[in-house]
């Protein structure tokens, strides 16, 4: 069982910057990947970034690259996404995810432990 809570949402205006985290509870953290998930009012949960158990491999969604950056640390069983130059439609509830193995990684259903999730708002 590993059990994931987020932290560092808020309201910022637009082209801020603000840093999530995501603390996880449980064995073997390094083997699982770890993902940021989002959805806005009325939308699906769409995929944002993943990353793999050692870090070396991460995959951002097109409407994040260069803004956003996914991290991890093994040792605090942590993952944090920093995210800059912030536009209003990254407003949403950002969820922390965690499965077992790197492929289909943009794949929520896949995903077999979730945060509870942060709201981040965006001001224009």
């Known amino acids: 069982q590993v059990q994931l809570v987020e932290s560092g949402g808020g309201l910022v205006q637009a082209g801020g910057s603000l840093r999530l985290s995501c603390a996880a509870s449980?064995?073997?953290?390094?083997?699982?990947?770890m993902a940021w998930f989002r959805q806005a009012p009325g939308k699906e949960r769409e995929f944002v970034v993943a990353?793999?158990?050692?870090?070396?491999?991460?995959y951002y969604t097109d409407p994040v690259k260069g803004r956003f950056t996914i991290s991890r640390d093994n040792a605090k069983n942590t993952v944090s996404l920093q995210m800059s130059s912030l536009k209003p439609e990254d407003t949403a509830v950002y969820y922390c995810?965690?499965?077992?193995?790197?492929?289909?990684?943009?794949?929520?259903?896949?995903?077999?432990?979730w945060g509870q999730g942060t709201q981040v708002t965006v001001s224009s």
């Open positions: 990353i793999n158990g050692n870090g070396g491999i991460t």
């Open positions: 995810a965690a499965k077992f193995g790197y492929s289909d990684y943009a794949l929520p259903n896949l995903y077999n432990y």
């Open positions: 449980g064995r073997a953290f390094s083997a699982y990947t």
